[in-house]
């Protein structure tokens, strides 16, 4: 079907507040990465997700952040007591086969998030 | 040590020219190694993957890979002005899960 989705496309937010972020991967792709982008770097990763459990979450920063994909297939990264620090892009990537190591991840179009 | 490192350019081509795209990485047990291409404002886009030593070419496209030197490159001919955008290399490490990408090659092609 279509691509990766993400929702929303922009979340501008308050020093402290509480945000959630989405992502809709491609239909039948068990695979699904979280990823932030700064500004002038590449991706950095956060989270990978197989199926329903994170199979590697080494990349989250600290413990203000967590993903969830209680289904296996839709996802969203939870983000407590916003920081400044905290605004980039995040990216949402879904692959298949999952955990391939030949493999294409297909990027959703990101939230950009913003904390004033 | 970064993990992946790019010189961040921007490199500047004229239109018709070979653009050659340097990247090493730091993880000598990486397997797969990945070129995306983001233009400003847009998501990245894979545009090739090799996992083996040597070159791999996808139409003006050509990747090569040399563990030894832990190292990979990408080879653009006959560049195009809308080849114009930044290239991320990516490497999956010995985890097999996380990719890591590079801060990017920023790249313009001039008609």
């Known amino acids: 079907g279509a691509g990766v989705s993400q929702t929303p496309s922009n979340k501008v937010t308050e020093k402290g507040k509480y945000v959630e972020l989405r992502c809709d991967p491609i239909s039948g792709h068990t695979a699904l990465y979280w990823y932030r982008q700064s500004l002038g770097q590449g991706p950095e990763f956060l989270i990978y997700f197989q199926g329903t459990g994170a199979a590697d979450d080494s990349g989250l920063p600290n413990d203000r952040f967590f993903a969830v994909r209680p289904e296996g297939s839709v996802s969203t990264l939870k983000i407590q007591r916003t920081e400044r620090g905290d605004s980039a892009v995040y990216l949402c990537?879904?692959?298949?086969?999952?955990?391939?190591?030949?493999?294409?991840?297909?990027f959703g179009p990101g939230t950009r998030l913003l904390v004033l | 040590q970064k993990e992946v490192e790019q010189n961040s350019g921007p490199l500047s081509v004229p239109e018709g020219a070979i653009a050659s795209l340097n990247c090493t990485y730091s993880d000598r047990g990486s397997q797969s190694f990945f070129w995306y291409r983001q233009y400003s404002g847009k998501s990245p886009e894979l545009i090739m993957s090799?996992?083996?030593?040597g070159d791999k070419e996808d139409g003006r496209f050509t990747a090569q890979l040399n563990k030894a030197s832990q190292y990979v490159s990408l080879l653009i001919r006959d560049s195009q002005p809308s080849d114009s955008a930044t290239y991320l290399c990516a490497v999956k490490g010995t985890g097999g899960f996380k990719t890591i990408f590079g801060a990017g090659t920023r790249l313009f092609v001039k008609a």
């Open positions: 090799i996992y083996s030593n």
């Open positions: 990537a879904s692959n298949a086969p999952a955990g391939s190591l030949q493999e294409t991840q297909y």
